[in-house]
């Protein structure tokens, strides 16, 4: 099951990625609504599943793991520029020089970079045999949705700086292909190494917090003016929070 999962969450990217491409008059609205939803049913996939299980096997020293992760994510934005959770989100169609973060093709680099990391941290867990059977098909499905938009994010800053169409969809192949990456990297230590499967417990906190840092920013720094939650952004975050409780019904 683990390799469909990977599969799945590598189609999602390329699709979310794709998008751009394809059809340039993606609506703000849409846009917000959707990070909103993501983003409120990674915090339940965190919450419900990821916390309990470290702090079951770490005790109290996994809150130290966590709030490291969760300045680790901040110090990532400095290459990523927040494209994780949709900060400088703006629809191609109003002029593309002028997207909300005013990249150059040197800095392009920084963002891929930035992103992939990110990318790669979130593959990690994925590679971890978890006591509870329904965290991982949860974790996945909270990366999976994850991946939608930020792939699509990319791409949009990525077309707005005018790369060749051959050049993008070969970054978004590549990109789409680090979560799966990471994932199968740490469940092949894990299989090759027993101190690994310590070592996966405190990145698995690590990985937790810095969930709790892209998901609550969604929330404020996704589309509205002055980071405000509109009723569609409510809405959009109670259903994810929801869809979300419901994994606790998986079997465990």
Same mark, same amino acid.
């Given at each position: 099951?683990?390799?469909? +999962? #990977? *599969?799945?969450?590598?189609? &999602?990217? %390329?699709? =979310?990625?794709? $998008?751009?491409?394809?059809?340039?008059?993606?609506?703000?609205?849409?846009?917000? +609504? #959707? *990070?909103?939803?993501?983003? &409120?049913? %990674?915090? =339940?996939?965190? $919450?419900?599943?990821?916390?309990?299980?470290?702090?079951?096997?770490?005790?109290?020293?996994?809150?130290?793991?966590?709030? &490291?992760?969760?300045?680790?994510?901040?110090?990532?934005?400095?290459?990523?520029?927040?494209?994780?959770?949709?900060?400088?989100?703006?629809?191609?169609?109003?002029?593309?020089?002028?997207?909300?973060?005013a990249v150059s093709h040197g800095s392009a680099l920084s963002l891929i970079v930035g992103l992939s990391v990110h990318a790669f941290m979130a593959g990690l867990p994925l590679g971890f045999t978890y006591q509870d059977l329904s965290t991982l098909p949860s974790l996945a499905l909270g990366i999976l949705l994850h991946k939608m938009p930020e792939a699509l994010t990319l791409?949009?800053?990525?077309?707005?700086?005018?790369?060749?169409?051959?050049?993008?969809?070969?970054?978004?192949?590549?990109?789409?292909?680090?979560?799966?990456?990471?994932?199968?990297?740490?469940?092949?230590?894990?299989?090759?190494?027993?101190?690994?499967?310590?070592?996966?417990?405190?990145?698995?906190?690590?990985?937790?917090?810095?969930?709790?840092?892209?998901?609550?920013?969604?929330?404020?720094?996704?589309?509205?003016?002055?980071?405000?939650?509109?009723?569609?952004?409510?809405?959009?975050?109670?259903?994810?929070?929801?869809?979300?409780?419901?994994?606790?019904?998986?079997?465990?």
């Amino acid at each position: 099951m683990r390799g469909i +999962y #990977l *599969l799945l969450i590598f189609v &999602a990217a %390329l699709a =979310g990625g794709a $998008v751009p491409l394809w059809h340039r008059h993606i609506r703000r609205e849409t846009m917000t +609504y #959707l *990070l909103t939803f993501t983003g &409120a049913f %990674l915090l =339940g996939i965190t $919450v419900l599943h990821l916390l309990p299980e470290s702090f079951e096997a770490l005790g109290k020293t996994a809150g130290l793991y966590m709030l &490291a992760g969760f300045f680790l994510q901040v110090f990532l934005q400095r290459w990523s520029h927040g494209l994780e959770h949709g900060h400088g989100y703006t629809p191609v169609e109003n002029k593309e020089r002028e997207t909300a973060l005013a990249v150059s093709h040197g800095s392009a680099l920084s963002l891929i970079v930035g992103l992939s990391v990110h990318a790669f941290m979130a593959g990690l867990p994925l590679g971890f045999t978890y006591q509870d059977l329904s965290t991982l098909p949860s974790l996945a499905l909270g990366i999976l949705l994850h991946k939608m938009p930020e792939a699509l994010t990319l791409m949009t800053m990525l077309v707005a700086l005018q790369f060749s169409r051959k050049k993008n969809w070969l970054l978004l192949v590549l990109f789409s292909l680090v979560t799966p990456a990471g994932a199968l990297l740490a469940f092949g230590l894990n299989l090759h190494f027993g101190f690994m499967d310590t070592l996966l417990l405190y990145i698995i906190a690590v990985v937790a917090g810095a969930f709790l840092h892209i998901s609550t920013t969604i929330f404020f720094e996704s589309g509205t003016r002055h980071h405000e939650l509109n009723r569609g952004k409510i809405i959009s975050m109670i259903i994810g929070l929801v869809m979300s409780s419901l994994t606790l019904l998986f079997p465990s």
